[in-house]
């Protein structure tokens, strides 16, 4: 606190400015500035003074930065990072936590490689909140903190991240969701330094790329990660899922501590007999749907059977609830019924369906002129060839059975192809499985309207990896690293990222304000601090002033909202 003092010297007032704070827990005088005697200090207080003139002014990126900063700061994210990560051997400086934090808000807030973070920490009130020099912040320091950081390091920081969030943030984790996706990568096929990186189906159709796999396990509670898994990216959904039991029962013990049944929400692609079992063994209550097609029995039951669910908020839902032996147990079924999923199904299949009429009449066409000898150049099609075009073209089960397609040979080996459109195939399909989902349950004592809302939650991990896939922000892709223990952290980074925009949201929804992560991150990228230097007059020091910019009424009530006033320079 700065304050005026009076001094007598030889018996004679004199006035000082100073600045006392407290260090170490005691008083000390940390800045003083003599000012003269009373009549100086009059004197010059009536003397006119001549402006100032501006010197430079620095911008600095504040709002974003600083939000994100303080949910990390709660979280003790670096702490818990260090905790299981052992200390270099070299010269002291920013540990390991702290460097993944500053990769982690870059995610956040502005992607950037890391030959490129120090030029955007530069820009950042994170020069001074945090202790780094600029030659700390090089593509190669990064490299070599990240390369101190294991598989198993991430497994258990991850962990004591998970029991901090729930207990500081008093989370709702009565229902959890597991999904996993795949991401492209640009690493080299002939790369044999990277076996996480591997050619599958790819989710994003980039099927000429080597794509990366994540499984994440999130709350329905604004999609937060509470446990996330790295793999090889041509395993598919039922083995990682398998392969994940133990750390999901570990995620348990943790969550439990808040509350008494839990509910893991999964989809189809999840599904085996071994899974199930795991999960049956597991303290996991579970909501997962099963493929329609393998159950016709269930497709099959009339329609009188369904009972409407608008009462209960489900608009344009009917249900029909039964039990049934699935996977070697008696689950609770519920097959629904839902209007609009009718309609956006039945559009999406009629138009795949004119797009392959359309595909296979161009074909037709062009083997009638052939056969005719109006087209005589090139090599001749083949009745194999041309039954593999349209195999492919036909992919799905629900194609091949509104497309009736034949390929017969006619004279001199020229094939020769007719089709016509199934009518009583879609009449079949729009009674039976179009609008259908079969959803499966051990939460027998549930009801339909709570079962189906606890399904429909899944949407909360698709938006978590859609999240993830944005290119503004977060943007797990590109990856820029080759190696398995690189990409490992790199996408350890992404989801802490993901974690601190969730928490963001999240606080920000309970004080009234619910926008998007975009909009959010937008209007607080826009809230920037400004350093005004003046030229020193003669005889005096330079002057500073520190002021934000001008806030809309938006960007204002997400500054007092988050009360982001502590983070002004002093």
Sequence with gaps: MVSIVKKLVRGKPYYYARECRRVAGKPKIVWQKYLGKAEDIVAALRQPQAPASLQ???????????????????????????RHVPPGRGPQGPTVGTYLLVAALNRCVEPRSKAQIADWFDRTILRRLLDFRPEQLTSQRF?????????????????????????????????????????????????????????????????????????????????????????????????????????????????????????????????????????????????????????????????????????????????YRCKKEVFGQTRTIVVTYNERLFVAQSRTLLREVAKRQRLLAELQVSLERRRSGEVSKGKAPTVAGTQKKVQDWLSTAELKELLEVSVTAAGGGLPVLNYHFREEAWQRLQATRLGTTILFSDQHEWSDAQIVRGYRSQHHVEDAFRDLKDTEHLALRPQRHWTDQKIRVHVYCCVLALLLCGLLRRQLDHKGISRSLPAILADLGQIQEVCLAYAPTEGAEPQFQVTLTEMTEDQKALYDALDLGRYRSP
């Design 56 to 82: 430079a002014a620095v911008v600095t990126d504040f709002g974003a930065v600083a939000a994100l900063f303080d949910l990390a700061q709660r979280l003790r994210l670096a702490e818990h990072i260090d």
């Design 143 to 319: 490299w070599n903190q990240m390369d101190r950081v294991s598989a198993q390091a991430i497994v258990a920081s991850e962990r004591d991240l998970t029991a901090h969030l729930v207990r500081e943030f008093a989370l709702d984790v009565r229902q959890v969701l597991f999904d996993a996706t795949n991401f492209f990568t640009f690493i080299d096929t002939f790369n044999e330094r990277c076996t996480l990186a591997q050619r599958g189906h790819s989710k994003e159709g980039r099927a000429a790329l080597r794509i990366v796999g994540l499984a994440l396990l999130v709350t329905a509670d604004f999609h937060l990660p509470l446990c996330h898994h790295t793999y090889p990216g041509n395993q598919t959904d039922s083995p990682t899922f398998a392969s994940l039991t133990d750390d999901l029962i570990q995620r348990h013990e943790l969550l439990s501590t808040q509350v008494e049944g839990i509910t893991l929400i999964f989809d189809k692609g999840n599904n085996s007999k071994a899974n199930l079992q795991a999960v049956d063994r597991s303290p996991y209550h579970f909501i997962g749907s099963l493929v329609p097609s393998q159950h016709p029995d269930l497709l099959a039951a009339p329609r009188a059977y369904f009972r409407c669910r608008a009462a209960e908020g489900l608009s344009g839902v009917r249900t």
